[in-house]
């Protein structure tokens, strides 16, 4: 995630759109095509959506929130056992206060994070590795079959926005093989003596390409192209995208992504965002040529994972503890917090 005061290209929409992505299974080009056109309209003029018809069949999200409720509902020895720290790919538990950003705020939240379970010993690298997975064969069923179906959805969401910005459908689905893509299962409990203005998380946007999101509650907030900030209330069986810094950069700010935030909730709420990335390796650099002559080099390349990884090391207590301990370094090159997207001053 990251933020920052780029002049956002986004309309004053108060609502977010709403695009049936059943088409993209078609065999019909001109079905994939039409959604596609949805897909890049959304993508320029808000940042968010709504999909629905993305075929995940509801039970899978339930076995989630069901397994997700039972791990967080355990006492925080027993959760530590999986702390985030002792992993190899950055997976794991991750208790209150781990995350902290620019702002110096701490969300008020736990989660549960779990990586692309790559196993082989070749080719690991920070954040791409075997899972840290609970003692709990439930847990691990349950939650990696709602990430397998909800990565082959983003597959389906890659080739409709390479055909929404004009380039061969497979042009990104080439470059998504084993993404270091990351499924985080937040718990955001209800305090009702916390302070009014104390978010559950702070403003910001996504790193990677885009996310699929499936929240269990209202408290979502998106900064429209006015700095007001909209309100994104339950479709049912309907999942929210939102663009993220990858992809503003594969487009060549052709889509931009969206500063969002959750406002101090007011039930325990639990959230499932799927963040999906390009391989590790992959060099992200603008696809299209910029309109203006101007912009040509406003977007220089960055290495898919390494530019996860320099965000992380700046959010996580326990890899800015091994960074001032010379035990990581910052890949080189590598980008603040504030480096894409569009934020307004004012948190209103």
């Given amino acids: 995630m990251a933020s920052s005061n ?9 609502e977010l759109p709403k695009v049936d992505i059943s088409g993209l299974r078609s065999s019909d080009l001109q079905d994939r095509l039409t959604v ?5 309209k959304a993508a320029r003029e808000v940042g968010f959506l709504y999909i629905t018809g993305h075929g995940i069949d509801p039970a899978l999200s339930e076995n989630l ?5 039972d791990f967080f509902a355990q006492p925080l020895a027993q959760k530590m056992r999986y702390y985030i720290g002792q992993s190899v790919n950055h997976s794991g538990y991750v208790p209150e206060g781990e995350e902290q950003f620019g702002d110096g705020n701490i969300d008020h939240k736990e989660t549960y994070d779990v990586n692309f379970d790559y196993l082989p010993e070749a080719g690991r690298r920070p954040m791409l590795g075997p899972t840290q997975w609970p003692d709990d064969d439930a847990f691990k069923r349950d939650v990696k079959a709602y ?7 983003s597959q389906s969401l890659f080739r409709g926005f390479a055909l929404a910005l004009g380039l061969p459908e ?18 955001y409990p209800f305090n009702a003596s916390a302070p009014q203005d104390r978010p559950g998380i702070g403003a910001h946007t996504d790193y990677e390409c885009f996310t699929i999101l499936l929240p269990t509650a209202p408290g979502l907030e998106v900064l429209n192209g006015a700095g007001e900030w909209i309100d994104v209330p339950l479709v049912d069986n309907a999942f929210v995208i939102n ?35 390009c391989d590790y ?13 101007d912009d040509q080099n406003r977007y220089a390349a960055i290495n898919c994972g390494e530019h996860l990884y320099a965000q992380t090391i700046q959010t ?3 890899l800015k503890t091994k960074l001032d301990q010379g035990e990581i370094q910052m890949p080189e090159g590598s980008k603040g917090l504030s480096s894409f997207g569009y934020h307004s001053e004012a948190q209103g």
């Fill in 6 to 14: 780029t002049p956002s290209s986004h309309t004053a929409f108060t």
């Fill in 36 to 40: 596609a056109e949805q897909l890049g």
């Fill in 65 to 69: 929130k069901a397994r997700t409720r």
């Fill in 147 to 153: 990430y397998d179906a909800a990565l082959n959805v």
């Fill in 170 to 187: 497979d042009t990104l689905t080439k470059l998504v093989t084993t993404p270091p893509s990351q499924l985080r299962l937040i718990h």
């Fill in 243 to 277: 663009i993220g810094d990858m992809l503003e950069v594969l487009s060549n700010g052709e889509f931009v992504a969206t500063s969002h935030r959750v406002r101090k909730v007011q039930e325990e709420r639990y959230s499932f965002p799927l963040f999906c990335a």
């Fill in 281 to 293: 390796d992959t060099v992200i650099s603008p696809l299209l040529a910029a309109k203006e002559a």
């Fill in 316 to 318: 996580f207590q326990y």
